[in-house]
C-alpha cells in the first residue's frame, strides 16, 4: 500500500498551507498579481503521482465549485501525491501563464494524472482546447505512456458520458471522494497505462470507453459524514466567487422532488443530509482557516435539509455572521424563514417557479399557484429583501404562447397587488426547455428556435413596458448544449472540429455539418422504444420509471 490517509476533515500536519503571493517586478517596483490564501505547496520526489485538477472555465467558477476544493485537498493530502490547479482562464493581469499550473508553472503534458472536473456541455470544448494547447493528443487511443491519463468527471458526465467517450481515458459516474484513494492506489500499483486503465475499470463508478460500451453502475456516498470534506478552501483576495467570499458549506446532495426536467435531481438520487454537527464544525473550523465570516449554503433544496431551520439559526444567532441561501423552492419558504434569510444579510431572494400554467406545473410536478407566489414576494418585500429574482422555463410541447402570457400578467399583477414593490427590485431568467438525459423528458425535443426567439421577442417588449429587468438564456446556445446532453460518442469529432472552427454558435453547425454527425433527435425527439446512447450507465433510476414519468408528462402538458 502506497498511500495512507485518513478521511478526516482535519488539516494533515504534513501539508503546509501556504499564503501564495505571486509578484512580477516592474522597474524597481514589484506589482502585487495575486494573493490567495490555502494554498498547498509540496515539493515531492520524482516517484511521486503528480495530479492536475483541471477546470475548463474561468478561475471564478473554478473557484466557486466545490469539485475544485474537495479533489484539490483530499490529492494533497495523501502521501506521495502532488496536486495543483490548471484553469482555462485566468484572471487579467494575474501574471499566470494560460494552460500551466498556478503552483509551479507546469506544462499540462508533465503531469501524470488530469483530474477534468466540467459541469456544463459548452464547455466540453474548453477541454479540447486545453489539450491541443498543451500538446497533449485528442484521443484517448492516440495517447500512449508517455502523456498523462485523462480523468473526467461532473454532473454532466454522470449523466451521458459517452459525448466525452473517445476523448478521456476515466469517466466517473457519481461521486468520487469515496474511491479517490483506490483509483491512486490503483495507479501506483500498475506497471503501464493499459494495466491502470485494466485494474481501474473494476471500481464501482469508473468507466473505461476504450473497453466499450460497458454497464457501469454510478458511485456515491451513503454517509457525508464519513467522507472527507475541504474545511481549508482557496480564498482569492480581491476576486469574488460566484456566491461571494465565504467558506462553502454542502448541507445536503441530493434531492426528495421528482421535477421532471431536472437532471440534477435524478442524478444525485438518493437525498443525503449532512448532520448538523458536521455541519457545526465545518462552519467553526471553516471560518479561523478560511478567514472570512460569511457562509455560503450548497444544496439543490436548502430547507429540505431536516434540521435546516436549526443550522440557519446557529450561524445567524449564535455565531452572527451572514450566509448566502442558493435559489429556493417557492413552497419551502414560510415568514420565519424569510426573516432569517434577512437577518443572514441576504438582500436577493431568488427563487424558481419555472412556469404559472398549472398543466406545465403539475406535469413537470412543481408547481405554485399563482396568489400564493404574489403572497410570497409580497412577504419577502415586507421582510427587507430588496431584491427578487425569480426563474421561468419555456417551450414546453403543445403550450403556445400560454406560457408567456402567464408570465406577462404575473408581472402587472404583482406591482397592482403589492404597492411598495418597485420594478427596479425585480428581475426575470428565463430558460428555454433543454431535455436532459437521465430524466423523463430525455425524448423531448428542443422547441423549434425561431417560436423561442418569438417568445422571448414578446417578452422583452411586453415587460420592458413595466421595467422589469429580464435574462434570457440564448436558444442557439441552448440547442448545442442539448444536442451535446443527448448526444453518442460519434460527437467527439464535431468537438474537436469546434474547437478549430472558433468555439461560436455558427462554428458549432460548421463542426456538426463537417462531421457528419446525425443530430436529428434535437428537432424530433427520440422514441420510447430506441436505444439511448446512455443506456449502459446505470444511475439506480429504472428506465420504465422513466418512460412512466415521460408518458405521465405527455398526458398533462395536453390538456
Known amino acids: 500500500m502506497y498511500i495512507r490517509y485518513k478521511y478526516v476533515a482535519t488539516v494533515m500536519p504534513y501539508v503546509k498551507y501556504l499564503r501564495m503571493q505571486e509578484r512580477v517586478r516592474i522597474g524597481?517596483?514589484?506589482?502585487?498579481?495575486?494573493?490567495?490564501?490555502?494554498?498547498?505547496?509540496?515539493?515531492?520526489?520524482?516517484?511521486?503521482?503528480?495530479?492536475?485538477?483541471?477546470?475548463?472555465?474561468?478561475?471564478?467558477?473554478?473557484?466557486?465549485?466545490?469539485?475544485?476544493?474537495?479533489?484539490?485537498?483530499?490529492?494533497?493530502?495523501?502521501?506521495?501525491?502532488?496536486?495543483?490547479?490548471?484553469?482555462?482562464?485566468?484572471?487579467?493581469?494575474?501574471?499566470?501563464e494560460k494552460y500551466r499550473s498556478i503552483e509551479f508553472r507546469r506544462k499540462m503534458r508533465d503531469f501524470d494524472i488530469l483530474f477534468f472536473s466540467v459541469h456544463y456541455e459548452p464547455n466540453y470544448v474548453n477541454i479540447v482546447?486545453?489539450?491541443?494547447?498543451?500538446?497533449?493528443?485528442?484521443?484517448?487511443?492516440?495517447?500512449?505512456?508517455?502523456?498523462?491519463?485523462?480523468?473526467?468527471?461532473?454532473?454532466?458526465?454522470?449523466?451521458?458520458?459517452?459525448?466525452?467517450?473517445?476523448?478521456?481515458?476515466?469517466?466517473?459516474?457519481?461521486?468520487?471522494?469515496?474511491?479517490?484513494?483506490?483509483?491512486?492506489?490503483?495507479?501506483?500499483?500498475?506497471?503501464?497505462?493499459?494495466?491502470?486503465?485494466?485494474?481501474?475499470?473494476?471500481?464501482?463508478?469508473?468507466?473505461?470507453?476504450?473497453?466499450?460500451?460497458?454497464?457501469?453502475?454510478?458511485?456515491?456516498?451513503?454517509?457525508?459524514?464519513?467522507?472527507?470534506?475541504p474545511i481549508a478552501q482557496i480564498q482569492t483576495e480581491g476576486i469574488e466567487p460566484a456566491y461571494g467570499r465565504g467558506v462553502i458549506v454542502e448541507t445536503t446532495r441530493g434531492c426528495k422532488w421528482h421535477c421532471q426536467f431536472c437532471m440534477e435531481g435524478f442524478i444525485s438520487k438518493p437525498k443525503r443530509d449532512r448532520s448538523f454537527a458536521k455541519i457545526r464544525k465545518i462552519i467553526?473550523?471553516?471560518?479561523?482557516?478560511?478567514?472570512?465570516?460569511?457562509?455560503?449554503?450548497?444544496?439543490?433544496?436548502?430547507?429540505?435539509?431536516?434540521?435546516?431551520?436549526?443550522?440557519?439559526?446557529?450561524?445567524?444567532?449564535?455565531?452572527?455572521?451572514?450566509a448566502s441561501i442558493p435559489s429556493l423552492r417557492p413552497n419551502t419558504l414560510n415568514d420565519y424563514r424569510l426573516e432569517l434569510m434577512i437577518k443572514a444579510g441576504q438582500k436577493t431572494l431568488t427563487i424558481a417557479p419555472e412556469t404559472l400554467c398549472w398543466n406545465i406545473g403539475a406535469a413537470i410536478k412543481k408547481f405554485i399557484m399563482e396568489h400564493k407566489l404574489i403572497e410570497l414576494v409580497g412577504k419577502a418585500v415586507k421582510a427587507g429583501f430588496r431584491n427578487i429574482k425569480l426563474y421561468f422555463i419555456i417551450g414546453f410541447p403543445n403550450i403556445g404562447f400560454e406560457e408567456v402570457s402567464r408570465i406577462i400578467e404575473f408581472s402587472r399583477k404583482i406591482f397592482k397587488k403589492i404597492k411598495s414593490l418597485k420594478s427596479s427590485q425585480v428581475r426575470f431568467?428565463?430558460?428555454?426547455?433543454?431535455?436532459?438525459?437521465?430524466?423523463?423528458?430525455?425524448?423531448?425535443?428542443?422547441?423549434?428556435?425561431?417560436?423561442?426567439?418569438?417568445?422571448?421577442?414578446?417578452?422583452?417588449?411586453?415587460?420592458?413596458?413595466?421595467?422589469?429587468?429580464?435574462?434570457?438564456?440564448?436558444?442557439?446556445?441552448?440547442?448545442?448544449?442539448?444536442?451535446?446532453?443527448?448526444?453518442?460518442?460519434?460527437?467527439?469529432?464535431?468537438?474537436?472540429?469546434?474547437?478549430?472552427?472558433?468555439?461560436?454558435?455558427?462554428?458549432?453547425?460548421?463542426?456538426?455539418?463537417?462531421?457528419?454527425?446525425?443530430v436529428e433527435y434535437i428537432k424530433e425527439g427520440r422514441s420510447l422504444d430506441e436505444e439511448l446512447p446512455w443506456s449502459h450507465i446505470d444511475l439506480g433510476i429504472s428506465l420504465d420509471y422513466l418512460k412512466r414519468g415521460y408518458m405521465f408528462f405527455n398526458r398533462l402538458i395536453s390538456r
Request: aromatic letters at 10%.
Open 129 to 229: 482546447d486545453m489539450l491541443v494547447n498543451s500538446k497533449i493528443p485528442l484521443y484517448a487511443k492516440d495517447r500512449h505512456g508517455e502523456y498523462p491519463v485523462i480523468i473526467v468527471g461532473g454532473p454532466t458526465v454522470t449523466a451521458n458520458p459517452e459525448p466525452l467517450a473517445e476523448i478521456a481515458d476515466v469517466l466517473v459516474i457519481g461521486e468520487i471522494e469515496n474511491i479517490l484513494g483506490k483509483v491512486v492506489d490503483t495507479y501506483f500499483s500498475s506497471r503501464n497505462k493499459s494495466e491502470f486503465l485494466d485494474a481501474v475499470a473494476s471500481i464501482r463508478g469508473i468507466y473505461v470507453p476504450m473497453h466499450g460500451k460497458h454497464r457501469v453502475s454510478k458511485n456515491y456516498v451513503e454517509n457525508l459524514d464519513e467522507v472527507f470534506y
Open 284 to 322: 467553526e473550523k471553516g471560518l479561523e482557516v478560511n478567514n472570512v465570516s460569511r457562509v455560503v449554503f450548497y444544496a439543490l433544496s436548502f430547507f429540505d435539509h431536516n434540521e435546516a431551520d436549526r443550522i440557519l439559526e446557529f450561524t445567524v444567532n449564535d455565531l452572527g455572521i451572514n
Open 429 to 518: 431568467s428565463v430558460n428555454p426547455l433543454i431535455p436532459k438525459p437521465q430524466t423523463p423528458l430525455q425524448w423531448l425535443p428542443l422547441e423549434n428556435l425561431k417560436t423561442l426567439h418569438r417568445k422571448m421577442n414578446y417578452l422583452t417588449k411586453e415587460l420592458r413596458k413595466i421595467s422589469i429587468t429580464t435574462d434570457f438564456y440564448e436558444p442557439k446556445w441552448a440547442r448545442v448544449q442539448a444536442t451535446i446532453a443527448l448526444g453518442d460518442r460519434d460527437l467527439g469529432k464535431a468537438l474537436e472540429l469546434w474547437y478549430f472552427y472558433g468555439k461560436t454558435v455558427s462554428g458549432w453547425h460548421r463542426a456538426l455539418r463537417y462531421s457528419n454527425v446525425n
Open 28 to 96: 524597481a517596483g514589484v506589482k502585487l498579481l495575486l494573493r490567495e490564501c490555502n494554498v498547498v505547496k509540496k515539493h515531492g520526489r520524482p516517484s511521486d503521482l503528480h495530479a492536475a485538477i483541471v477546470y475548463p472555465s474561468t478561475y471564478v467558477a473554478a473557484i466557486s465549485s466545490l469539485a475544485t476544493h474537495m479533489l484539490y485537498f483530499m490529492l494533497n493530502r495523501m502521501d506521495s501525491v502532488i496536486a495543483e490547479r490548471v484553469f482555462l482562464k485566468y484572471p487579467e493581469g494575474s501574471g499566470l
